[in-house]
Each structure stands twice: as structure tokens, then as C-alpha cells.
């Protein structure tokens, strides 16, 4: 089956850089989606279509992609941002099957 | 303001059968494919189950095809899943998600109703 691979965990002082990964092979083909739960919270679309932010998102969080890596960043961390994080695509069997990563835990120190 | 407003869930015995209902407003909801995703306590997301805006075209995770059941009254701005043959490991929070497109990805969710399978 189809997996996407993250980072369990990435900290980060305030202020600094947050990038975190997802891997995929069918990531150069397919449109990856990233979300941010914070505890006892429904997920948020906070980027999507790999780099576009929805209404509402603070620009300070980007998307990229290259090859079989796509990448979330947030460029000057704050406190607020701290949650977990899951990015979301498919793969390309020609099969309706959508898979998540299996989460990345972001600490603002 | 888009609102997604799950109910339903509670507590089930293995083999049992239980129905979610997701009440939908803020939008034009025949407009919009949906989503069912469910979380596992203290794991991460699964896509449960998708509904294309007519009710027609629907897809299902493997873990759950064959057991549950999507559908939409488009009439009542209201999403369903039908349970049923409940097994321990379909304990989760279950999510309702608008979809963004027919890709899967959600771009507003609920809060969530939790399912609890256990004897």
C-alpha cells in the first residue's frame, strides 16, 4: 500500500525556521495537502494543490515541492503554531486511494 | 461560515452497527463532494470514505469497504455513514470534511463525533 513518510517530530526556537517534510513516490505526480491539528482540535487546510494557502492562513506558512519530497514551511515560527501536522495525497494506480503521512509533531521551544 | 456538525456516535458492541449524520450549512452543499475521515485515539488521520455531489460516484478505504455504507440527502444539507460489523480498530473520532474537489483533500472540517467499539 501506498505510504507518505514524515518526520515524527521538529523543533524550533521562535522566530526561526520550521520546514517539514513528506515523501512519496507518487509525490512528482500527484498534488500533495498539508493540515494542522492542534490538541482536541478538528485538522485545518493550511496549504494545499502543494503550494497555495487557503483564505485565512497566515502567508508566514508555505508549500513546495520537488521530486518525491514536498516540503511545509513556516517562516518565523510563533508559539500558537505549535501542533501537529499531517500531509495528505494519493497515489497513482489509477484506484481511488487517498493516503495521509503519518503526522509530524511541530514544538516551539 | 461554512459549519459541519457530526452526531451519532457513542458506544457499540463488536459485530454492531451505528449511523453518523453530519448536518451541513454556511454552503451550497450540493455543490460539494464529501468526506468521511476517522482518527484512532492518539494516532493519526484516515480517509474513511468519499461522495461525489450527486450521491453517484462514492469510494471507500479498504478497511472499511464492504462494511460501511456513505450517502447524502442533498434535500436535508446532510452527509451519512452507515456502520456496520464493528470491530475494535474502527474506534476513532470521525471526522465529516467538505472536499476541496474530487481529489480527497478537505478544505473545511468538523469537530467530530467518537466511536467507541468495545464489549
Request: aromatic share 10%; glycine share 12%; charged share 15%.
Amino acid at each position: 500500500s501506498y505510504e507518505l513518510t514524515q518526520p515524527p517530530s521538529v523543533s524550533v526556537s521562535p522566530g526561526q525556521t520550521a520546514r517539514i517534510t513528506c515523501s512519496g513516490v507518487a509525490l512528482p505526480n500527484q498534488y500533495a495537502y498539508w493540515y494542522q491539528q492542534k490538541p482536541g482540535q478538528a485538522p485545518v487546510l493550511v496549504i494545499y494543490k502543494d503550494t497555495e494557502r487557503p483564505s485565512g492562513i497566515p502567508e508566514r506558512f508555505s508549500g513546495s515541492s520537488s521530486g518525491t519530497t514536498v516540503t511545509m514551511t513556516i517562516s518565523g515560527v510563533q508559539a500558537e503554531d505549535e501542533a501537529d501536522f499531517y500531509c495528505q495525497s494519493a497515489d497513482s494506480s489509477g484506484s481511488y486511494n487517498v493516503v495521509f503521512g503519518g503526522g509530524t509533531k511541530l514544538t516551539v521551544l | 461560515e461554512v459549519q459541519l456538525v457530526e452526531s451519532g456516535g457513542g458506544l457499540v458492541q463488536p459485530g454492531g452497527s451505528l449511523r453518523l449524520s453530519c448536518a451541513a450549512s454556511g454552503f451550497t452543499f450540493n455543490n460539494y463532494e464529501m468526506n468521511w475521515v476517522r482518527q484512532a485515539p492518539g494516532k493519526g488521520l484516515e480517509w474513511v470514505s468519499y461522495i461525489g455531489r450527486s450521491g453517484i460516484t462514492i469510494y471507500y478505504a479498504d478497511s472499511v469497504k464492504g462494511r460501511f455504507t456513505i450517502s447524502r440527502d442533498n434535500a436535508k444539507n446532510s452527509l451519512y455513514l452507515q456502520m456496520n460489523s464493528l470491530r475494535a480498530e474502527d474506534t476513532a473520532v470521525y471526522y465529516c470534511a467538505r472536499a476541496g474537489d474530487s481529489s480527497g483533500y478537505s478544505d473545511h472540517w468538523g469537530q467530530g463525533t467518537l466511536v467507541t467499539v468495545s464489549s
